[in-house]
């Protein structure tokens, strides 16, 4: 269950998590926030869309999401920036690090790959908005591809 308090994005309870099943920490780069996933993963893919682009300052990003139960906050607490309606982009306030995507009425949550300990975990099978793909990013051919949502 995600609560949004001001800013604040606190992820509480939700079932207890099974015992060291598929489990898989991440965090941001100076540690003020730690979170953890427990798979199987909804799905992982790149988003190519000019909102993420310039939300990571990157070509692209990798999303990891699962269902928003097997999603818990164990340390610290995301910052939240509203990149458009409905959409709640979660970060560190300390670092700066993105850590999360969450859009309304989507029960996945999304965290990026990256901030993963082991970001190997997860195997992307698409990519999304191509639409906005930059000329200099390629991509995997095996992967599916959507010019925009899925
Ligand atoms: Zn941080
Ligand atoms: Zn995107």
């Keep these: 269950m995600i609560t ?23 965090g941001c780069m ?18 190519h869309c000019r909102s993420c682009q310039r939300a990571v300052g ?15 906050i164990r340390k610290g607490e995301m910052a939240i920036y509203n990149s458009s309606s409905g959409v709640r982009r979660g970060y560190c306030r300390d670092c700066g690090t993105s850590l999360l ?13 990256a901030t993963l300990d082991d970001p190997s975990v997860a195997t992307p ?10 000329t200099w990013v390629m991509l995997d051919p095996a992967l599916k591809e959507y010019r925009h949502f899925p």
């Design 4 to 26: 949004s308090t001001g800013n604040n994005l606190a992820v509480n309870g939700g079932p207890k998590m099974a015992e060291n099943k598929d489990i898989h920490d991440g």
């Design 30 to 47: 100076c540690g003020a926030v730690r979170y953890r996933i427990q798979g199987p993963f909804s799905y992982s893919a790149h988003c």
């Design 58 to 72: 990157a070509g692209f990003v990798t999303y990891t999401a699962v269902p928003s139960d097997r999603l818990e």
């Design 101 to 113: 995507y969450a859009a309304e009425g989507w029960d996945d949550p999304a965290i990026m790959t």
């Design 125 to 134: 099978s698409s990519n999304a908005y191509t639409a906005d793909k930059l």
